[in-house]
């Protein structure tokens, strides 16, 4: 549990320097076809990896200064070319002369960023995706996470068929796991710990299982959200009691542990990665990432576009460093990336100060409401930094039998209650900081305690400076089903992108706030070492409880269209969404004290629909010659490209590529801010597949400041399958000085029984 950040997840991507060494990790990227090319002896007749291996061991043998034995960890053979090793400097320079050298990466760590969720998604048993015939198909979801509890109930295999004969995943045996753990719902799992150990030292059994078993819950939390069984009357501890059911409950899974106590390294999750493609996974979900960087430099963004190129869906994080711009991550094109928002359930508590005001918190504390109670904050509560109640801040005598008030900041929101009880404080009440506007996260504390907006916080601040004998109670009042929904998280990483500007990231949002899934029962719901609790399903949140619901419905959408692309299932998800709330307003944006309407930036194309999805009408389908294309278009060199396209794949030459040609969902434009009259055209293809003889219109809500024109605006099918293209012009106008650096609209492809939306975000630079 120490694995988690104040927020209960892990939320930003913590780069962990590999410790002095004479030899460290390095990933080594290489062209497979310049390997095999080059032996001309043997042609084929040895797999490329294997004379990779033979060339590497010669030219290392031929050193006489560093005659160190080569450490291998892992050959990369499927999604991605090349290897990781434990190498001296000296060594990485000779690795250079290897015919087919791309790069070498040192390793690094990265970070780990339902019940009600179904029916808020509107899916329902025996309709739409949840029919039989839907449910009958046996895709395959690989979770890459912290592994999985096995015996659970929400992976029983009553009632499946025999697993799929595609399969070639195994289960793999270590500590408290074996083959016997696995069955037809849990098809494979596996363990990628060499990576973490060449940094941190042998895994410590007794924090953590050397094997597929999860310690630490997050992974079981994520793998039954995207394909967990349907299971009656799951609640916490009595809270959001209901059916709980992964996204694609008749799906199997397949765990793969490369993530540990202190993250996940890129050599562990490269190696899980490799392995899950080659087992068969039809969908990856990967609820973890880091800060962006160029694609040739991202080894996720390497592997997943290994993934795609093998026609598996791949759905990630947005990450949870919000509500910062350009905070997100895992923004490769060919991902989907997930934004995080609240759904209509909440966990409310009510405080009421003594000058009779009141204030609505969160909380998953299960006891009883508490007296009025004397309020501490800050000098009244202790010493320096008394208000972020951090270590030893807290002054026993002022605090005991008291509510004390504590900002969010520095330390977690555990550490703040473990202080705050340690000192002998009756209640604790956390206090938003500005940013995170009205925020309210719902936490399993074991003594009173509640989240509170940065309103409340404000006035409770006000409150306690500007009277003598403060005080304070608070209410909890359970689980109440009805909010206005959905609403931006404020955590939830916003764009635009720093890496691909041509491209609006996130793609989309969906359920990840206070959600309920699958938790270990020897994991305690909270880090602190006194809870004694134990659970069958635990509320957190965070995009990592938003992206495996995306990873669960793709998994349906391919067993109801078998022969979509990864990216014809990302194109349905996206241009379905929907931007209104259930009042019929714009979704707004909790991070913002005036809930202002949130924009693309925060939820991409909107709020996934899958009812919608599962018929879109038309799609943008994408190739990996597209994609490579679109790396040409960014001028990266061949070198760069090899990374992703594995050598072989060379850009065209005299042909005009600009980034905003792929033909993505969406529109991202990038205009100069001081020129009146600059103009950008981009093209689009469709595919029809929605009726035979089907015409569309275009409507376009234009941004501030731009004026858009599309060609044809008219679009008639006559075939299913069929694909048009159309053009849309996008002009800078003169813009007014309140204008802000950006601006957003859409583009809308209307027919009789069809929306299809695509947003449009303006960047002025």
Same mark, same amino acid.
């Given at each position: 549990?120490?694995?988690?950040?104040?927020?209960?997840?892990?939320?930003?991507?913590?780069?962990?320097?590999?410790?002095?060494?004479?030899?460290?990790t390095?990933?080594?990227?290489?062209?497979?076809?310049?390997?095999?090319?080059?032996?001309?002896?043997?042609?084929?007749?040895?797999?490329?990896?294997?004379?990779?291996?033979?060339?590497?061991h010669?030219?290392?043998?031929?050193?006489?200064?560093?005659?160190?034995?080569?450490?291998?960890?892992?050959?990369?053979?499927?999604?991605?070319?090349?290897?990781?090793?434990?190498?001296?400097?000296?060594?990485?320079?000779?690795?250079?002369?290897?015919?087919?050298f791309?790069?070498a990466?040192?390793?690094?760590?990265?970070?780990?960023?339902?019940?009600?969720?179904?029916?808020?998604?509107?899916?329902?048993?025996?309709?739409?995706?949840?029919?039989?015939?839907?449910?009958?198909?046996?895709?395959?979801?690989?979770?890459?996470?912290?592994?999985?509890?096995p015996?659970?109930?929400?992976?029983?295999?009553?009632?499946?068929?025999?697993?799929?004969?595609?399969?070639?995943?195994?289960?793999?045996?270590?500590?408290?796991?074996?083959?016997?753990?696995?069955?037809?719902k849990?098809?494979?799992?596996?363990?990628?710990?060499?990576?973490?150990?060449?940094?941190?030292?042998?895994?410590?059994?007794?924090?953590?299982?050397?094997?597929?078993?999860?310690f630490?819950?997050?992974?079981?939390?994520?793998?039954?959200?995207?394909?967990?069984?349907?299971?009656?009357?799951?609640?916490?501890?009595?809270?959001?009691?209901?059916?709980?059911?992964?996204?694609?409950y008749?799906?199997?899974?397949?765990a793969?542990?490369?993530?540990?106590?202190r993250?996940?390294?890129?050599?562990?999750?490269?190696? @899980? &990665?490799?392995?899950?493609? %080659?087992?068969?996974?039809? +969908?990856?979900?990967?609820?973890?990432? *880091?800060? /962006?960087? !160029?694609?040739?430099?991202?080894?996720? @963004? &390497?592997?997943t576009?290994? %993934?795609?190129?093998?026609? +598996?869906?791949?759905?990630?994080?947005? *990450?949870? /460093?919000? !509500?910062?711009?350009?905070?997100?991550?895992?923004a490769?094109?060919?991902?989907?990336?997930?934004?995080?928002?609240?759904?209509?359930?909440?966990?409310?508590?009510?405080v009421?100060l003594?000058?009779?005001?009141?204030?609505?918190?969160?909380?998953?504390?299960?006891?009883?409401?508490?007296?009025?109670?004397?309020?501490?904050?800050?000098?009244?509560?202790?010493?320096?930094?008394?208000?972020?109640?951090?270590?030893?801040?807290?002054?026993?005598?002022l605090?005991?039998?008291?509510?004390?008030?504590?900002?969010?900041?520095?330390?977690?929101?555990v550490?703040?209650?473990?202080?705050?009880?340690?000192?002998?404080?009756?209640?604790?009440?956390?206090?938003?900081?500005?940013?995170?506007?009205?925020?309210?996260?719902?936490?399993?504390?074991?003594?009173?305690?509640?989240?509170?907006?940065?309103?409340?916080?404000?006035?409770?601040?006000?409150?306690?400076?500007?009277?003598?004998?403060?005080?304070?109670?608070i209410?909890?009042?359970?689980?109440?089903?009805?909010?206005?929904?959905?609403?931006?998280?404020?955590?939830?990483s916003?764009?635009?992108?720093?890496?691909?500007?041509d491209?609006?990231?996130?793609?989309?949002?969906?359920?990840?706030?206070?959600?309920?899934?699958?938790?270990?029962?020897?994991?305690?719901?909270s880090?602190?070492?006194?809870?004694?609790?134990?659970?069958?399903?635990?509320?957190?949140?965070?995009?990592?409880?938003?992206?495996?619901?995306?990873?669960?419905?793709?998994?349906?959408?391919?067993?109801?269209?078998?022969d979509?692309?990864?990216?014809?299932?990302?194109?349905?998800?996206?241009?379905?969404?929907?931007?209104?709330?259930?009042?019929?307003?714009?979704?707004?944006?909790?991070?913002s004290?005036?809930?202002?309407?949130?924009?693309?930036?925060?939820?991409?194309?909107?709020?996934?629909?899958p009812?919608?999805?599962?018929?879109?009408?038309?799609?943008?389908?994408?190739?990996?010659?597209?994609?490579?294309?679109?790396l040409?278009?960014?001028?990266?060199?061949?070198?760069?490209?090899?990374?992703?396209?594995?050598?072989?794949?060379?850009?065209?030459?005299?042909?005009?590529?600009?980034?905003?040609?792929?033909?993505?969902?969406?529109?991202?434009?990038?205009?100069?801010?001081?020129?009146?009259?600059?103009?950008?055209?981009?093209?689009?293809?469709v595919?029809?597949?929605?009726?035979p003889?089907?015409?569309?219109?275009?409507?376009?809500?234009?941004?501030?400041?731009?004026s858009?024109?599309?060609?044809?605006?008219?679009?008639?099918?006559?075939?299913?399958?069929?694909k048009?293209?159309?053009?849309?012009?996008?002009?800078?106008?003169?813009?007014?000085?309140?204008?802000?650096?950006?601006?957003?609209?859409?583009?809308?492809?209307?027919?009789?029984?069809?929306?299809?939306?695509?947003?449009?975000?303006?960047?002025?630079?």
């Amino acid at each position: 549990m120490v694995l988690w950040t104040p927020l209960l997840f892990l939320a930003f991507m913590a780069t962990t320097s590999i410790a002095s060494m004479d030899k460290q990790t390095y990933i080594i990227h290489m062209d497979k076809t310049k390997i095999t090319a080059s032996d001309h002896t043997l042609g084929n007749a040895k797999p490329w990896y294997e004379l990779m291996m033979d060339s590497m061991h010669e030219i290392l043998s031929q050193e006489e200064e560093d005659m160190s034995p080569l450490e291998l960890l892992y050959i990369y053979k499927t999604s991605i070319s090349g290897f990781a090793a434990q190498l001296s400097t000296k060594q990485v320079q000779s690795l250079k002369r290897l015919n087919g050298f791309l790069s070498a990466t040192p390793d690094e760590m990265l970070s780990l960023h339902i019940t009600h969720t179904p029916q808020f998604l509107g899916l329902h048993l025996g309709e739409g995706l949840w029919n039989a015939p839907t449910l009958a198909s046996d895709v395959i979801i690989g979770i890459v996470d912290t592994g999985i509890w096995p015996e659970h109930v929400s992976f029983k295999d009553s009632s499946i068929s025999q697993v799929p004969s595609r399969w070639k995943g195994t289960c793999e045996e270590g500590t408290k796991f074996s083959v016997a753990n696995c069955n037809k719902k849990l098809i494979g799992a596996r363990a990628f710990y060499k990576g973490y150990e060449t940094i941190v030292g042998r895994i410590n059994e007794t924090m953590d299982y050397r094997s597929p078993r999860d310690f630490n819950g997050h992974g079981t939390h994520t793998a039954s959200t995207a394909a967990g069984n349907l299971v009656h009357n799951a609640n916490f501890l009595g809270m959001a009691k209901g059916l709980a059911s992964g996204m694609s409950y008749t799906s199997r899974i397949a765990a793969y542990k490369a993530c540990w106590r202190r993250g996940c390294t890129n050599s562990d999750l490269l190696a @899980a &990665i490799d392995r899950a493609v %080659a087992d068969g996974v039809d +969908v990856l979900s990967l609820s973890l990432g *880091g800060f /962006s960087k !160029p694609y040739y430099s991202d080894n996720i @963004a &390497i592997a997943t576009f290994g %993934a795609v190129q093998n026609g +598996v869906f791949v759905s990630c994080s947005a *990450g949870n /460093s919000g !509500p910062f711009s350009s905070s997100v991550s895992n923004a490769a094109p060919w991902i989907m990336t997930v934004a995080a928002s609240y759904i209509d359930r909440s966990f409310p508590t009510t405080v009421k100060l003594g000058n009779g005001k009141t204030f609505e918190g969160s909380s998953l504390y299960s006891g009883k409401r508490t007296k009025q109670l004397p309020l501490v904050y800050a000098s009244t509560a202790g010493g320096q930094l008394a208000q972020f109640c951090i270590n030893d801040s807290l002054v026993p005598k002022l605090v005991k039998g008291k509510i004390v008030a504590c900002e969010q900041g520095i330390n977690s929101r555990v550490e703040k209650e473990e202080q705050v009880k340690n000192a002998g404080g009756a209640g604790m009440l956390l206090l938003n900081a500005e940013i995170y506007g009205e925020e309210l996260l719902a936490d399993s504390h074991t003594l009173p305690a509640t989240s509170l907006g940065a309103s409340a916080g404000k006035a409770i601040k006000n409150y306690v400076r500007l009277n003598k004998n403060p005080t304070a109670s608070i209410t909890f009042r359970g689980t109440v089903y009805g909010n206005i929904a959905p609403v931006m998280a404020a955590f939830s990483s916003r764009g635009p992108s720093l890496v691909g500007r041509d491209v609006i990231k996130p793609d989309i949002t969906a359920p990840g706030v206070n959600i309920l899934a699958a938790w270990p029962p020897k994991t305690i719901p909270s880090l602190l070492k006194n809870d004694t609790r134990s659970i069958l399903f635990n509320i957190i949140s965070g995009t990592s409880m938003s992206c495996p619901h995306v990873s669960g419905l793709a998994a349906l959408l391919k067993s109801t269209h078998k022969d979509w692309s990864p990216a014809a299932i990302k194109s349905a998800l996206m241009t379905t969404a929907y931007v209104l709330n259930s009042k019929r307003a714009p979704i707004a944006d909790i991070a913002s004290n005036s809930s202002k309407a949130a924009t693309p930036f925060a939820f991409g194309s909107g709020h996934v629909n899958p009812k919608c999805a599962s018929d879109p009408g038309l799609i943008y389908d994408i190739t990996s010659e597209d994609y490579l294309n679109y790396l040409c278009s960014l001028n990266y060199n061949s070198t760069q490209i090899a990374l992703l396209s594995r050598g072989n794949f060379t850009c065209p030459n005299n042909a005009f590529l600009q980034p905003g040609d792929l033909n993505y969902p969406s529109f991202a434009v990038l205009l100069d801010q001081n020129a009146s009259n600059t103009s950008v055209t981009y093209k689009r293809t469709v595919t029809n597949v929605g009726t035979p003889m089907s015409t569309y219109v275009v409507q376009v809500d234009e941004p501030n400041g731009v004026s858009v024109t599309v060609e044809p605006k008219c679009l008639k099918f006559e075939n299913l399958g069929e694909k048009l293209s159309y053009n849309v012009r996008f002009n800078a106008l003169r813009r007014t000085k309140s204008s802000s650096n950006f601006s957003f609209g859409s583009l809308v492809w209307m027919s009789e029984f069809y929306t299809v939306r695509s947003p449009i975000a303006v960047t002025w630079q």
